[in-house]
C-alpha cells in the first residue's frame, strides 16, 4: 500500500475514534434518537455513559495509541522551526525576566491570599485539544492528530521556558520542584499525561467527568502531601460546544449546562482539594477564526469538519445567534467566580483570566491573519501560539483581578513580574492592595 494511501486510511480511522465525549455528540445527533442517550444512566454525574467509557478502554484508546505512534516523526519539530511555528529560541546566556529574589515563601503559606509563584508546588489542567496541545509541531494536516501534551501552554513541562514557553515551565524556574505536568507525546490514559486530563472533543458536558479525574489523580499520587502542597489547576472549556452543538442544541440549555458543569466541579475541587487555586481560562469567543484571510483550501474543508456551526454553509446565517451565546457563556463563567461560596475559606480561591475575551489574532506586516501561529489544520495552534498563550496566561495570573488584560502580544513583549512590593499571586482579596 502507499504511503499516501495509508495516511488517507490513518486519518479516517482516527476521525472515527476522536474521542468518547464527540463520538457520543456525533450519534445522539445524527444518527440515533435523542431517547438513545438516555437509556444510559449518567452515573455519578460523569456525563458519559459508562457504556462510552468501556468502548474508550477497549476501542478507542489502542487506535488512538497506534496512530500516535505511526504519526510521530522525530523531524517534525526541526520543519516546523524552519516553518516559523515554534517560539525563538532564548540564548541561554538570557536571563529570566523575573528576579527570583523572594519569589518562594520561607515557610510554607496558610493562606491562599499570600501565595507568591515559588510556593506552587503541583499543577494540573482540565480543557480540551487546546489543553492537550493538538497540532503544535505539525507540519501537514497527518500530523495534527499527535497530541503534544509536553508542550501544553497549560500543564506542558517538555525542556525548559527558552524552549517551550509554558505555564509550567514558568512555574518551574521559581520552583524547580514544582511536579504534575505533562510531558512527551502522551494521551490522557497514559503516565506521561500526569495531571493533564485535557482531551480532543471535550465538550462542556464532559467537565464535571474531566474535573473528577484530576482530583482523583491527585489524591492518589502518592507524591502529594495534600493538605500541605499548594495546587494549581487551569480549566478552559467552551470552544468544541461552540463548533459541534450550537447548530443542533437549544443555546440556551447549552448555557445552563456550561453553568452547573463549571459550577460543580469548581465545587469539587474546592471540596476535595486543600490548598487550591483554580484559574479558569475564560471560553474564547470563537468569531475571530471566521475572519481569518488568505486561507489556504484544505484548511477551508477541515474547518467544516471541525467546528461545521461555525463554517459549514447552511448556519452562516445562525452566526449572530451564536455569537450572542458565546458572549454569555463567558458572563457565566464571570458570574460563578464572584460566588461567595468561593471566597469563605482561606485555603481556596478562584480567578478568571481574561486574555481571551477580546482577542485579536496577530496579523503579518501585510495585514494578513499570521498562519505561523496555527497548525497546520488552521484551526489549533502551534507551538509559537501556544507560547504566545502561556505568556498572556502568565501576565493574566500576575495582574489585579478587575485589571486584567482581555487581549494578547506577541511573546516575550510583556512579562509580568511579582515584585517586592506585590509579592502575592493576586486574588479577589489581596487584588485591592496592589
Given amino acids: 500500500m502507499e504511503l499516501s494511501s495509508l495516511k488517507v486510511m490513518i486519518f479516517g480511522m482516527y476521525v472515527l ?164 505536568y505533562a510531558y512527551g507525546d502522551s494521551l490522557a490514559e497514559e503516565r506521561g499525561s500526569q495531571f493533564n486530563v485535557g482531551e480532543n472533543g471535550a465538550l462542556s458536558q464532559d467537565l464535571f467527568f474531566m474535573t473528577r479525574e484530576v482530583v482523583k489523580r491527585v489524591k492518589n499520587d502518592k507524591r502529594v502531601n495534600l493538605t500541605e502542597h499548594w495546587k494549581l489547576i487551569t480549566i478552559m472549556m467552551g470552544s468544541n460546544t461552540f463548533c459541534l452543538q450550537l447548530c443542533y442544541e437549544d443555546n440556551t440549555k447549552l448555557i445552563k449546562i456550561h453553568k452547573d458543569k463549571l459550577y460543580n466541579s469548581i465545587a469539587h475541587i474546592k471540596s476535595n482539594l486543600p490548598r487550591t487555586m483554580v484559574n479558569i481560562v475564560m471560553s474564547p469567543h470563537l468569531e475571530l477564526i471566521t475572519n481569518f484571510t488568505r486561507k489556504p483550501m484544505f ?53 478568571l483570566q481574561t486574555f481571551t475575551e477580546h482577542l485579536v489574532f496577530p496579523l503579518t506586516r501585510f495585514n494578513h491573519t499570521d498562519y505561523s501561529y496555527l497548525s497546520a489544520d488552521c484551526f489549533h495552534f502551534s507551538q509559537k501560539g501556544y507560547a504566545r498563550a502561556a505568556n498572556a496566561l502568565w501576565n493574566n495570573i500576575m495582574e489585579p483581578v478587575g485589571r486584567k488584560s482581555t487581549n494578547w502580544i506577541q511573546e516575550f513583549d510583556r512579562f509580568n513580574c511579582p515584585t517586592a512590593e506585590s509579592p502575592f499571586i493576586p486574588t479577589w482579596k489581596n487584588s485591592e492592595t496592589i
Wanted: proline share 6%.
Fill in 299 to 351: 484548511c477551508e474543508f477541515f474547518n467544516i469538519m471541525e467546528c461545521p456551526c461555525l463554517f459549514a454553509r447552511q448556519y452562516k446565517n445562525r452566526l449572530p445567534e451564536f455569537v450572542k451565546t458565546m458572549y454569555l457563556f463567558q458572563q457565566v463563567e464571570k458570574e460563578i467566580v464572584q460566588m461567595e461560596e468561593f471566597k469563605n475559606t482561606e485555603d481556596f480561591t478562584v480567578t
Fill in 17 to 180: 475514534f476522536w474521542s468518547p465525549a464527540i463520538t457520543t455528540a456525533t450519534l445522539q445527533r445524527n444518527i440515533l434518537a435523542p431517547e438513545w442517550i438516555g437509556k444510559f444512566t449518567d452515573e455519578e454525574q460523569t456525563g458519559v455513559p459508562k457504556h462510552v467509557l468501556a468502548m474508550q478502554d477497549r476501542y478507542f484508546y489502542p487506535v488512538r495509541q497506534m496512530i500516535q505512534k505511526m504519526l510521530i516523526s522525530p523531524s517534525r519539530q526541526n520543519r516546523a522551526r524552519k516553518n516559523r511555528k515554534t517560539q525563538k529560541a532564548i540564548l541561554k546566556s538570557t536571563e529570566f525576566p523575573c528576579d527570583r529574589n523572594g519569589t518562594r515563601s520561607l515557610t510554607r503559606p496558610t493562606s491562599v491570599h499570600q501565595l507568591r509563584p515559588g510556593d506552587i508546588d503541583i499543577i494540573g489542567s482540565v480543557g480540551d485539544s487546546l489543553t492537550v496541545g493538538l497540532g503544535s509541531f505539525s507540519n501537514n494536516i497527518f500530523e495534527i492528530l499527535v497530541e503534544h501534551r509536553g508542550v501544553s501552554w497549560t500543564a506542558g513541562g517538555d525542556g525548559t521556558w527558552r524552549e517551550y514557553l509554558t505555564l509550567p515551565n514558568i512555574l518551574k524556574v521559581f520552583n524547580p520542584k514544582l511536579f504534575g
